[in-house]
């Protein structure tokens, strides 16, 4: 994580050099040449003590600012540069000479103390500009690359002044922004009345930033509605024979009948075992996943697949172990699945444990107290087709030489029916919208427009995407870039790109010379789509990138089998609340991507 008290950073190195640090030891050794032929020395003077200041100035943030690459400082003939404080010859109080033996003596060792304090504080000042001062992932200009060479002047101190933006602790808009919406309106489920005001609020409040268009454009979509659900366990030697065990049904899934579902429980850990038990053991039974979370890419068919796979075998319904990370022991998360003619619902890793070990006595049968699992599962759900008229959210900046060609910076507003979506993706579309944002504020607006594009039903079909192509599938053409953000937004770490190799190699040059100053520099390329939403943008040939940050836990970067497990631990969860986000981290990273978004957009 970077300090948040970190000055912005400067362009090059300090004022205090280590050149004039060399000078500097020149004009002390030639001093006490001199004070070898002299008759009696004397030490600085309390007005010159004065006159000089401190033994080595710091500088200060108006020096940071300075972008001129020499030293800047202009020096009187006879006066050392300023902070430094040569020695002098020592003069007696009445200015004459002393003549006494045992003076040029004492004057002698004083002296030599001073010439050796004078080479520890210079030996200290070079170790201070080298480890301390120049901050090894400040920007440098003296190591550009050519791409960051050929880049405009102007370019490079509008991205200066994005990255600087990125140490600015008061700036919390966008995370006040998000709090204020999600407190107001709660969740943003598609088709909900609580999607329709959200969206609403965004677009009045956007119309307040200079230089900002914003707009809604009409999306077409489904409404789930959970309903009422629950599920008993039974358990003959539990008070009332019973355990009642939390679940969240399965997005899209179909209700049971009106008075639920009542089977025996066979817990499978894969499809394979689900097959090779087949119908004989399957039909008319309740089919638990169980299974260890080796990562959602790995897991996640379960959710999406499971009750499709198990109707093929008679099962009645299905209950899926939770897709969190293992620490999650209680957590609940929802999720969308493909719709089937059977129920689907989650429970949490504890409960489906407690499920597969009640199963695992009784078919040992070592105790008339171990009986099969047994539950009854009531789910309520209902499934509106095409039930209403929704709408993505828009915002743009006008660019000033190539208005029509659009960089494009997204994330999802839609949500589950739990928690507020603070995380997943409220954060990704409010980043969008504080990067463009920060844009906007710039004297000098990029060469190319930037829209904000807030996409709806990205949970289930991804109806707004496809809206959204279908609008503007004849200036596609123009679509300049595209990235999306929903993995999360912690601290910057960069950007996964589709791209052709001559873009990725122009980015890692920028991400190298400069955005590494937010530690948000790095550069992968990837052959699939980066993103749900701009996944139809990249099959027709616009360039396409994600926004990855690192994990807040761990410092884990993407790659790393750690690094999902912050953002999975509240995924689709009653827990995605504002308090998984932090206000600097999300400054930081909008920061990261403003300066992202104003290079490519001035390429």
Known sequence: MI???KKPIPWGLPPLRLEVVAKQQQQASVAAAADEHSDAENLTTDSEKQQYGAAFHTPDAADYKSKDMTDGHHYEQGSGPHGYTPLRNNVAGNGTPSSSA????MSLRKRMAVFLAGIAAM???????????CDPSAINPSMFSATTLGTSPDTLEAVQQLLDGGFNRSNTVAWDRLA???????????????????????????KNDPAMHSYTEP???????????SLRLFVPTRPGGHVRIPILGLGNSVPTPRDGVEADIVPVHSFEELALLGNKTIAGKVVLFNFPYTGYSNVGRFRSQGAREAEKYGAQAVLVRTLAPDTSFESLHTGSSQRASIPAASISLADANFIERMYERARIGSSLDHVYPRVKLIMHSRLHKNAKQSANVIIDVEGTEKPEQIVLLSGHFDSWDIGVGAMDDGAGAFLAWEAARMIAQLPRKPKRSIRVVMWNNEETFQRGARAYYAKHKAQIKDHWFAIESDIGVFDPWGLVVAADDRIVKNLRSYGADLLKVLGAGNITSEIEEPGEDIAILCKNGVPCAGFLSTNP?????????KWETHYFRYHHASSDRM????KHQLRRSAAALAAWSYLIADL
């Open 553 to 561: 836990e761990n410092g884990a970067a993407p790659g790393d089998p």
């Open 123 to 133: 030996s200290s000042a070079i170790y201070y500009v080298r480890n301390c001062m």
């Open 180 to 206: 204020e919406m999600t407190d107001l309106y709660g969740h943003r489920m598609t088709g909900s009345h609580a999607y329709d005001r959200s969206a609403d609020w965004v677009v009045s409040t956007a």
């Open 102 to 105: 045992s003076s040029d003596f």
């Open 219 to 229: 999306v077409f979509v489904d409404e789930w509605q959970r309903g009422s659900e």
């Open 579 to 582: 308090e998984i986000i932090d």
């Open 3 to 5: 300090p948040d008290e």
